[in-house]
């Protein structure tokens, strides 16, 4: 499998959980073809382990797993503080709209049905890379933001400080 447009960063860890030993291994394969870094977790459990541990910033997770099942593994990384900006990508064979509603309500970005197809699944994952570049730049934006704001504040006391020396030395001195 061949992937188009690999991201300008290049690699990205992905956790994979599925408990398909099949299924696993196609996600793992069309994510090595894309360039990234899998991480692979055969149940729920394993897969919250994995994410503690690395903290990567694309999970990849099938809903029906033995231990914890998809959606709660997606709300737990969603309570977890760096789980805001982790892409979650649920697959799933259930495809109603209740389907859809409790993906999104456990806190999924996007959404796939079985069977997975290597191209349906290469256009998620360039959707994920887009999604974490803007994460990336927005949390870079807000950290410049913060920094300047600092500076400027250690700024403002500078000259308040200036004011309160010199309005007493100009009196002495005169």
Same mark, same amino acid.
């Given at each position: 499998?061949?992937?188009? /447009?690999?991201?300008?960063?290049?690699? #990205?860890?992905?956790?994979?959980?599925?408990?398909?030993?099949?299924?696993?291994?196609?996600?793992?394969? #069309?994510?090595?073809?894309?360039?990234? /870094?899998?991480?692979?977790?055969?149940?729920?459990?394993?897969?919250?382990?994995?994410?503690?541990?690395?903290?990567?910033?694309? #999970?990849?997770?099938?809903? /029906?797993?033995?231990?914890?099942?998809?959606?709660?593994?997606?709300?737990?990384?969603?309570?977890?503080?760096?789980?805001?900006?982790?892409? #979650?990508?649920?697959?799933?064979?259930?495809?109603?709209?209740?389907?859809?509603?409790?993906?999104?309500?456990?806190?999924?970005?996007?959404?796939?049905?079985?069977?997975?197809?290597?191209?349906?699944? /290469?256009?998620? +994952?360039?959707?994920?890379?887009?999604?974490?570049?803007?994460?990336?730049?927005?949390?870079?934006?807000?950290?410049?933001?913060?920094?300047?704001?600092?500076?400027?504040?250690?700024?403002?006391?500078?000259?308040?400080?200036?004011?309160?020396?010199?309005?007493?030395?100009?009196?002495? +001195?005169?």
């Amino acid at each position: 499998t061949n992937c188009p /447009q690999l991201p300008p960063r290049g690699l #990205v860890r992905v956790l994979l959980a599925d408990d398909d030993a099949l299924m696993r291994l196609l996600l793992e394969e #069309v994510l090595r073809a894309c360039g990234h /870094q899998p991480i692979a977790a055969s149940d729920g459990t394993e897969a919250w382990a994995a994410f503690e541990r690395e903290l990567p910033p694309m #999970v990849i997770l099938d809903w /029906q797993m033995p231990g914890l099942d998809g959606l709660e593994v997606c709300r737990r990384v969603r309570a977890h503080p760096e789980g805001d900006i982790t892409f #979650v990508l649920m697959v799933t064979a259930r495809d109603r709209a209740d389907d859809l509603t409790a993906v999104l309500d456990a806190g999924a970005d996007d959404y796939m049905s079985k069977p997975v197809t290597p191209d349906n699944l /290469q256009a998620r +994952l360039r959707i994920a890379e887009r999604r974490i570049e803007v994460s990336r730049a927005r949390r870079t934006a807000e950290l410049e933001l913060r920094r300047a704001r600092y500076l400027a504040g250690i700024g403002e006391t500078t000259l308040a400080l200036h004011h309160e020396i010199n309005n007493p030395l100009a009196a002495l +001195l005169t």
